[in-house]
């Protein structure tokens, strides 16, 4: 006979009696969402200017300075993809608290650290908690705001997105000026806090339960792609443009790559599918994207320690030094939709990039006397170009899409960015490094002080004279250097989005995305 449960009264049935539902409050959400993609966007930039401070603390050399800025971006880079897929399967306020709580410990062991390579390492990890928390952050504005108001809150991400690093070079040069390098690490670790607490209390868990299994080979063939190319190229002037282990580090990360690419044409649901390129608006718009960012987050990583190593300029100074960009960059970004509506979106997008290219140009011209008049020259056009093109290079990535594929049209977006900043930093640190150890001509000094002068300019400044000048002269051109580079990279892809966008697509280009 079977047991028939007792009705359920008093403090039982209380017991059984579902939770209440956690009450939304989408102003609350956007403010704890924003505040934390503010400090996880801000930190690529913003440690840019406690470089110097900290190479000097720490004994860094010119490439684990390099490394101490790009850990951080690298594995941000390498793993939004698959730390999106984790969000979207397994709850988003549940990646934002993890992602939260892993950026905090490490940038209070950060705080702590004494060595470089410490530091790498705690980098690296705030890089993978930064991963976990930016798609988490738009994907919970998404899954929160009405149809009628997502407009606007995504707009709002959007606008704290791009003005992050400003803010966060601007708040790292205010705390230098009374503490030293560790605090900027304590101020992140405290505004993480806040928004840990915040999501605790106020974000909804949101999650796709139909959300396909995480694609785990794509993501370490992507990873390790990455990677290898990187450190590759960080590594070339200590080792060698044509040695065997830089020769052997590029093809790996080529070869991984392809291997990604290939692996991903054969999954039913891929991390990125590779036919979305075969959108030529979509491509032009990641290409363009990716490559602004190279020469963006590049250029602040040489020029922040020219400011401040070569001019002498405070920590405060170098960071208030680059709000002229906006002088260029506002208007420009005002003016280019109105453009790309009056005369198609190929020739404003094209022109950005052509006086991004050309203020990078201006900046690779710099020398130890130049005044700050003719960083402005440089910084004043390469704002409006990035005003110019970054909206219509975004525009194209998600207006190349159906609604239903939005969310990957968001993190190719994001991803461009990161990419785009890691290689950047990447390559002109490289290049900047190789040639100030091959330019650095030094007088007759004890080995033990010469090697200390050719591991990096910092070094250098601390030995003083008789090797301060050359020192100098030496890094000013590598600077030269890194600054034609990144506008050479600029002008070849307002080459490549002109031949992308130069003629109509084809009813078969068109038709890719939808038939995916």
Known sequence: MAHTPPPLTGRTAAAAAPAPARTVRPGPILAVTSLALGVVVSAMASLNVALPDMAIASGADQTQQSWIIDAYSLVFAALLLPAGALGDRFGRRRALIIGLAIYGVAAVGAALASGPDMLIALRAVMGFGAALVMPATLSTITSTFAPERRSRAVSIWAAVAGASGVIGMLASGLLLERWSWPSVFWFNAGVVTVALVGALVLVPESAEPGAPRIDVVGAVLAAAGVAALVYAVIEAPVNGWTSALTLAGLGAGVALIAGFVTWEFTREHPLLDPRLFGNRHFAAGALSLTMQFFALFGFMFVLMQYLQLVRGDSALQAAVSLLVMPFGMVPASR??????????????????????????????????????????AGLIPLGAGLGLAMP???????????????????????????????????????????????????????????????????????????????????????????????????????????????????????????QE
């Open 335 to 376: 003016l280019s939709p109105w453009l790309s509506e009056r005369f198609g979106v190929p020739g404003p997008w094209t022109l950005g990039l052509l006086a991004l290219g050309v203020g990078l140009a201006v900046l690779s011209q710099l020398d130890a006397a130049s005044s700050y008049p003719a960083i402005a």
């Open 392 to 514: 219509p290079a975004t525009t194209a990535i998600t207006d190349a899409v159906p609604p239903r594929l939005q969310n990957v049209a968001s993190a190719v977006n994001d991803l461009a960015r990161e990419l785009g900043g890691a290689l950047g930093i990447a390559v002109l640190a490289s290049i900047l490094n190789g040639v100030y150890r091959a330019q650095l001509h030094l007088p007759a000094v004890p080995d033990a002080v010469a090697d200390a002068a050719r591991s990096s300019f910092t070094a250098a400044a601390k030995i003083g004279d008789p090797v301060i000048e050359p020192a100098r002269a030496a890094f000013t051109e590598g600077l030269n250097a890194a600054l034609l580079g990144a506008s050479g990279v600029a002008f070849a892809a307002a080459v490549a989005v002109a031949v992308l966008l130069g003629r109509q697509r084809s009813r078969t280009e068109q038709s890719v995305i939808d």
